[in-house]
Structure formats: structure tokens, C-alpha cells
């Protein structure tokens, strides 16, 4: 096989979130997949596919990883396995820089033994904290103002440099806002702590939380409430499977915005999240929390520019369905306990 795009992928963190979406297409598309992935936030039962091999481990256990590669011989590596929590990335920064900036540069490591030189990154649209110019493009400045941020924009810069120093390609793909879930409600959003908006203010309309409290009304928006640019998780997805083949093909290293250059604020959030229940949300407004800026809307042209993608759904309320299905249906947007304890 000397197609990258034939053999065997790694996915880190593909029992996660945008992990697990992104595995479920990429298997219907026929690429074999490995998960690595501890279980500490993935979900066991978000793998739903069964010729998809899931490996209970450490992206920085370098003799697991090893093992992996002398088996596999992956052509590629999708990296999700990542802490997000901004609050807590600033009460505890350590536990981000180890996480989710010395674990990859490990992983990295045994990419350069095996000459693996194909690496997709879940970065994130926090690498460029308050934005210099809306909408945000690739080259705006990147300031980030949170560990986490930081945490996320070291490895890009790492990346770059092993481009530089040894060939390895990467796309760095700068999240906005993932939101939604699968069509078939069989997998979805299921943080512990729940700490987003669509799942709190469904989770408000459940009864499971007693309201859903917005952080702040005066901002310098229309409405004084925060802009968004949710972006559905299965979008994510494609562009996920697209950086690949683009990589595949011998493109060269990429960082783009994946969003849908569409803002939202959490009052339409709120009033998307009534249409769809067709139920009042319980609502308080309380005070700002710290660290969110007014407005974070991408320009996603590049990405459609470079990779040939751009996000299919663009109303939010194709975001809140699919969420909503999720929680109102039989797992009641949670996945069974996991095998590991937090
Ligand atoms: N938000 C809110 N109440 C909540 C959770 C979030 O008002 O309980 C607001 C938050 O201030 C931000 C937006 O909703 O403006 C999206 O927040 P989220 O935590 O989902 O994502 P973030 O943009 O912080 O990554």
C-alpha cells in the first residue's frame, strides 16, 4: 500500500465528541480505523462501529503507541485526545500543558521512528483569544488568553517546526463552536461537567438543571448577549475526513477555520432551543463570565479555498434538532458509565 490514504488511521480521542463523529464517517467511508483513547472523558458506547478497533491508553505512552504502529503501520494520525475546560486549564495549567501539549510532542516522537508524516490537530478557534478583526480569518493575530488556548497553539507551532525539520504535514483545523449530534440520535454531546450552551439550555428544558442562567446582557451585540459561530459536529467531520485527503495527496500543511461564518447569540440560541421543544426555557441572567469575548464569528473561505469545504448546515436550529433528538431520546444524552474512573 503506498497511498496514505489507504492505510490504517489513529484516531486519538475517538470515543470523544468530535472524535466519535468524525470515526463514524470515516468508517462509512471504508477507511480502517484504530482509537487510542483512555476513556477519561471518551465514551466507550460512542464507537459504534464494529470493524473499528478501540485501544484502552495514553497518546503519551510511547510503548503502547509504538506497539500500535508496529502493527498497523498507520499512514495518518487524527488527533482529538485533549482537556477543554478554559476554566479549569487556568486553575490547574499544568494538567493542559502536560495533557494536551507534552502527550502530543510524545506522540509525535514515535510518528518520526515509524516515518509517519500525515497529522490532523484539533485546534481551536481559542488560539486567537479576543479577536483583532471580525470575521476571524487565518491571519488574524493569535493571542490566546487561556492555557487551554495556549495549550492548543504550542502544538501548532510544533508541527510547523517538524515541517520544517523532518517533512511531517499537518492541518491544524481551528474549531469554532461544535454543536449537534448524529441523525439517528445514536450518538451525541455528553460532557461531565456539561459546561455549553445548546446541551445546558436543553438540559434546563429537561428539568435536570433548573435554569439556564446567560452570562451577561451587555455586550456590543444586538442583543447584549455573546456571538457564536456554531458549527455542527458532522461538518466537522467531513472537513476532518477532506484535511486528510488533501494530506493524502501530498497537499501541504494547512491551518483553517472550521466554522460557518454565521453568529449567533445565546438569546437565539435560547429562542431556537423553544421552536424546536416547542417548551419555555427557564431562564436568569446573571453577570459575564470571565474571559468571553463579544463576538467569535469565522471566515471559513479558506477552508473551502484549500480543502473544498464548507459547512452544510448553517441554521442553528439544524444544531439544536439533532441535539435535542439526542437528549430526548431513549439514552437521554448519556452514554453508559465508563469502565475508568475520572
Ligand atoms: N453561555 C451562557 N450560559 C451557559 C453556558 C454558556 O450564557 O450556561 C454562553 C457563554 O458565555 C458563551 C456562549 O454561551 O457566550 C457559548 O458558550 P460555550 O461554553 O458553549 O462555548 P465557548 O464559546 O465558551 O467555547
Not at 470515543?15 to 476513556?39: E, F, M, P
Not at 463579544?294 to 441554521?315: I, T
Amino acid at each position: 500500500m503506498n497511498n496514505a490514504s489507504e492505510m490504517p488511521i489513529l484516531v486519538t480521542g475517538g470515543a470523544g465528541y468530535i472524535g466519535s463523529h468524525t470515526v463514524r464517517l470515516l468508517a462509512a467511508q471504508g477507511r480502517k480505523i484504530v482509537v487510542l483513547d483512555n476513556l477519561v472523558f471518551g465514551h466507550e458506547s460512542a464507537i459504534v462501529d464494529p470493524g473499528v478497533e478501540l485501544v484502552v491508553g495514553d497518546v503519551g505512552d510511547q510503548a503502547l503507541v509504538r506497539s500500535l504502529f508496529e502493527k498497523h503501520r498507520f499512514g495518518a494520525v487524527i488527533h482529538f485526545a485533549a482537556f477543554a475546560y478554559v476554566g479549569e486549564s487556568v486553575t490547574d495549567p499544568l494538567k493542559y500543558y502536560q495533557n494536551n501539549t507534552a502527550e502530543p510532542v510524545k506522540l509525535l516522537q514515535v510518528m518520526q521512528e515509524f516515518g509517519c508524516k500525515v497529522f490532523v490537530f484539533s485546534s481551536t478557534c481559542a488560539t486567537y483569544g479576543v479577536p483583532d478583526k471580525l470575521p476571524i480569518t487565518e491571519d488574524n493575530t493569535q493571542d490566546p488568553i487561556n492555557p487551554y488556548g495556549r495549550s492548543k497553539l504550542m502544538v501548532e507551532w510544533v508541527l510547523a517546526d517538524c515541517d520544517r525539520a523532518w517533512g511531517l504535514r499537518s492541518a491544524c483545523l481551528r474549531y469554532f463552536n461544535a454543536s449537534g449530534g448524529s441523525e439517528d440520535g445514536l450518538i451525541g454531546e455528553d460532557h461531565n461537567p456539561e459546561t455549553h450552551l445548546i446541551p445546558r439550555v436543553l438540559m434546563a428544558v429537561t428539568g435536570e438543571i433548573d435554569h439556564i442562567e446567560v452570562f451577561g446582557t451587555d455586550y456590543h451585540t444586538p442583543d447584549g448577549t455573546c456571538i457564536r459561530d456554531y458549527i455542527h459536529v458532522n461538518d466537522l467531520a467531513d472537513a476532518h475526513a477532506k484535511a486528510l485527503d488533501h494530506l493524502a495527496a501530498g497537499g501541504e500543511s494547512v491551518r483553517c477555520n472550521l466554522g460557518t461564518g454565521v453568529g449567533v447569540s445565546v438569546r437565539e440560541i435560547i429562542s431556537a432551543v423553544e421552536e424546536i421543544t416547542g417548551r419555555t426555557v427557564p431562564v436568569k441572567f446573571g453577570p459575564r463570565r470571565a474571559g468571553d469575548p463579544d463576538s467569535l464569528v469565522a471566515d471559513p473561505s479558506f477552508a473551502k479555498q484549500v480543502l473544498g469545504w464548507e459547512a452544510r448546515h448553517r441554521d442553528v436550529r439544524d444544531m439544536v434538532r439533532p441535539a435535542w433528538l439526542w437528549m430526548s431520546g431513549p439514552g437521554r444524552g448519556r452514554f453508559p458509565a465508563n469502565r475508568r474512573a475520572r
